[in-house]
């Protein structure tokens, strides 16, 4: 009867983080009514969602990307490009820069997965310092280092998806079927296969894991939803510049991978609100934030290797086994 009863709350148990969050971002926008809360709140669902793709890469087939930056804003432009220069939909825009994101990632996957350690960190800063080449000098297109205005706004049976707070319902709305589909998957036999990539190529190989499939297929995922939130955040604040997706851009990312923890889903989104909060407490010294990013990821690394989220919780945990 126990165990029965175990398994059955199971499933409850697995939703209720969703419900939580669900609720939170459903009530959010009535009790926040400072537009650039608001506005911040959705940033970090785009980051988070940006995270959860590099949370797989990294946290279950061990690459670590410094070049995500670039995939967030190959979406962002290319869907930019299309509706501004040629008058595409927001829609067909959206569907285009996503297929030819995924295709870019494709073709880059193979030789760039063939490398490791420091060797694939370099290679994917330099996709990220290429791509922001291209974006200031293409200027006929991007605009060059003014950026990218005129982007038109998101709409859906006359309702305007860009506003804020339309725009944080959609954005929290598509990070939570993100994290409910790969939550899912996870869960899979596939997903288990994935998970055992981290642990080095040698054992997934021995059990007939096709090793190179599943890395390819990771990167081309993280890629899309970097994507994805990359063509949510050109509609939404309908102007984009290079300077929105250098290098430090692609550090943040990673940082806030690490802070939340590697391979942990639920994870990203603290790491994204941990990293996106910390500019709005140490507003003062904004000079700093660069070498700041640097500092959180070399300490979380260090002292909390699986990342910041477990150990507190692992630590209230301890603390609330004390008091008992």
């Known amino acids: 009867m126990s165990a029965g009863r175990t398994a059955a709350a199971r499933p409850w148990r697995r939703l209720l983080p969703y419900a939580i969050l669900a609720t939170a971002a459903a009530l959010t926008p009535f009790a926040v009514t400072d537009t650039y809360l608001l506005s911040l709140g959705s940033l970090i669902g785009l980051f988070a969602l ?9 946290g ?18 290319a869907s930019g490009i299309l509706t501004v220069h040629h008058g595409l939909p927001v829609g067909l825009a959206i ?3 996503l ?11 193979a030789p760039t997965l063939k490398l490791e350690g420091h060797n694939l960190v370099m290679a994917t ?30 709409s859906l049976a ?33 997903g288990r296969a994935l998970r055992s990539l981290h642990q080095g190529d040698l054992l997934p190989v021995s059990l007939g894991i096709p090793v190179v499939q599943y890395k390819i297929a990771l990167f081309v995922a993280a890629a899309l939803l970097a994507a994805l939130a990359g063509c949510l955040y050109a509609h939404y604040l ?46 003062a010294v904004p000079d700093v934030m660069p070498l700041l990013h640097g500092l959180i990821l070399m300490i979380v690394l260090m002292f909390c290797p699986r990342g910041l989220l477990p150990a507190l919780k692992n630590m209230a945990r301890k603390i609330w086994r004390g008091h008992g």
Do not use: K
């Open 95 to 97: 569907a285009a820069a």
């Open 50 to 58: 940006a995270v959860t793709g590099l949370n797989l890469l990294i």
């Open 99 to 109: 297929t030819l994101t995924g295709l870019v990632a494709l073709v880059l996957a």
């Open 238 to 283: 309908q102007f984009i510049s290079p300077h929105s997706f250098d290098m430090f851009v692609s550090l943040q990312l990673v940082t806030m991978t690490a802070v939340g923890g590697l391979g942990n889903l639920w994870g990203g989104v603290f790491g994204a609100a941990f990293l996106l909060l910390l500019p709005e407490w140490l507003h």
């Open 158 to 190: 006359g309702v305007n998806l860009s506003s804020d707070r339309n725009f944080f319902y959609l954005v929290w709305g598509v990070l939570l079927a993100v994290l409910w589909l790969c939550s899912n998957l996870l869960r899979t036999r596939p």
């Open 125 to 154: 800063l330099g996709l990220n310092m290429i791509f922001t080449i291209v974006c200031i000098q293409w200027e006929s297109m991007t605009g060059g280092s003014s950026g990218l205005f005129g982007i038109p706004a998101m």
């Open 60 to 77: 279950m087939a061990g690459q670590v990307s410094l070049g995500q930056a670039a995939f967030f804003g190959l979406g962002a432009y």
